[in-house]
């Protein structure tokens, strides 16, 4: 049975310091809007989040991608809270805990065969900028240590360390920090005209793979070190992979001894409907970055996967007491995050709830390409559950999103906005009732945007 905690609705007084907003600098936020009109969280429950004075808000995008199983759960609270009672930190350097261990073998049991050696940090960004370094280390190892560049597309998203930067093709996520990291490389975007409101794969656009061969013909292969990308590529508005594409970039992987890496960040996790969406496109990477929903989102963690030969090749490089891989953090495989992944874990798997989200995946496409009818509509995409919806621009990009996106949590509704984008990825616990809320709140809002 699901077990949430439940907690009676409570205002913030006023004398109490979170109405002080003066010292909090948010991310990706428009500070100086958001403490005009602040829009905050002080409770969740399952599906739903409540405001200070106990209003509750459907959550429609699992938090930012990250609680899977919707929110509160005692089995993972009481998991921590016992871990923290009992071994509060240890270092990983030169150091472990029995969790780490089980933790890691719990998430290999998941991956694709062989891709069976975990190592952890603390997000998603830690995870790319780890993957990169893995990367340049198993070139090295082998004696190939002039393939420093790194391949990544238009429109992704990697996260924000130095590494994430360079492989980011979202303009903004650039302009303050350009050539600051490692030197990275850029295909085109797989969003194609043609392809508008197709539901799950798209027809058009494996070709688009081939631009890779351009960028080896420009650079030679044997300067590249890894492929990144997004399977589904997620925070710029849910542009999945054409027919065929993944297929065609692992080939030309293959042919010219460059490293797949898929950043399942937010795919991770039956949002595609299998554990990865690696194994919901059939197309086994090199390298898979995870985080969010490894603990269901109740503690900070990610990890890197990697494959047997690769994490060999660089352990076998090193002397025999030497360290062979110079990364690490202090947070890696933290206690409490270990127990917050093998009670999310273990959630998943009693609750069947990657089968239960792809069950639930049809009734949730009908539901939002109902929305085509909307005249603010541009375009909709989907997998699994995980949608995008392009809403069209009003005076200058961006403005209508970022407008909708506060009308909606007026409304009773949180979801994400990327630009002019609106993303839906609702926790796999969810029930249709849930999406009837989600998308009836959601036509509304849109019905008024002129």
């Not at 603390?122 to 900028?129: F, H, I, T």
């Amino acid at each position: 049975m699901t077990e949430f905690l439940t907690l009676r609705p409570r205002a913030t007084p006023p004398d109490h310091p979170a109405t002080r907003l003066d010292n909090y600098w948010l991310p990706f936020t428009p500070n100086r809007d958001f403490k005009r009109e602040p829009r905050l969280f002080s409770r969740a429950s399952g599906m739903y989040y409540f405001d200070p004075q106990g209003r509750p808000v459907i959550d429609g995008a699992s938090g930012l991608f990250a609680t899977a199983a919707g929110h509160a759960r005692t089995e993972i609270a009481d998991a921590v809270h016992r871990q923290l009672s009992e071994l509060d930190f240890t270092p990983s350097f030169y150091r472990s805990h029995p969790l780490a261990f089980e933790a890691a073998s719990r998430i290999a049991g998941l991956l694709p065969t062989g891709l069976d050696r975990v190592f952890f940090v603390n997000s998603g960004s830690e995870a790319v900028d780890s993957a990169m370094k893995i990367a340049l280390a198993y070139h090295r190892a082998r004696g190939e240590g002039r393939r420093t560049l790194f391949v990544s597309r238009e429109r992704a998203y990697h996260g924000v360390n130095f590494g994430g930067v360079a492989l980011s093709g979202l303009v903004n996520n650039r302009r303050a920090f350009a050539n600051a990291g490692p030197d990275a490389v850029h295909m085109r975007h797989t969003w194609l005209a043609q392809n508008a409101f197709s539901r799950g794969q798209p027809e058009h656009g494996a070709d688009l793979a081939d631009d890779l061969l351009r960028l080896i013909e420009l650079h030679g292969a044997e300067t590249i070190a890894a492929v990144f990308v997004e399977p589904i590529a997620g925070s710029t508005g849910v542009l999945v992979p054409p027919k065929g594409y993944l297929e065609r970039l692992r080939a030309i992987c293959d042919r010219h001894g460059l490293l797949l890496v898929f950043d399942e960040v937010i795919c991770g996790f039956g949002r595609t409907g299998k554990a990865f969406a690696a194994q919901s496109f059939g197309v086994r990477p090199d390298i898979i970055t995870m985080a969010k929903a490894i603990t269901n989102g109740a503690q900070p963690m990610g990890a890197v996967a990697v494959d047997r030969r690769i994490h060999d090749a660089v352990i076998d490089a090193a002397p025999d007491d030497a360290i062979e891989f110079f990364h690490g953090y202090t947070w890696s495989a933290h206690p409490a995050a270990c127990a917050a992944c093998i009670a999310s874990l273990d959630i998943y798997e009693r609750e069947n709830l990657f089968a239960r989200g792809e069950a639930l995946a049809p009734i949730f496409e009908t539901r939002l390409h109902a929305l085509r009818d909307l005249p603010v509509v541009a375009d909709i995409r989907n997998y699994g559950l995980l949608a995008g919806i392009d809403l069209k621009p009003a005076d200058k990009p961006g403005q209508r999103g970022y407008a909708v996106q506060k009308a909606l949590f007026d409304a009773g509704l949180h979801l994400k906005t990327t630009g002019d984008a609106a993303i839906l990825a609702p926790a796999l616990v969810a029930q249709p009732a849930h999406l009837d809320e989600i998308f009836d709140v959601l036509r509304r809002v849109l019905a008024r945007q002129s």
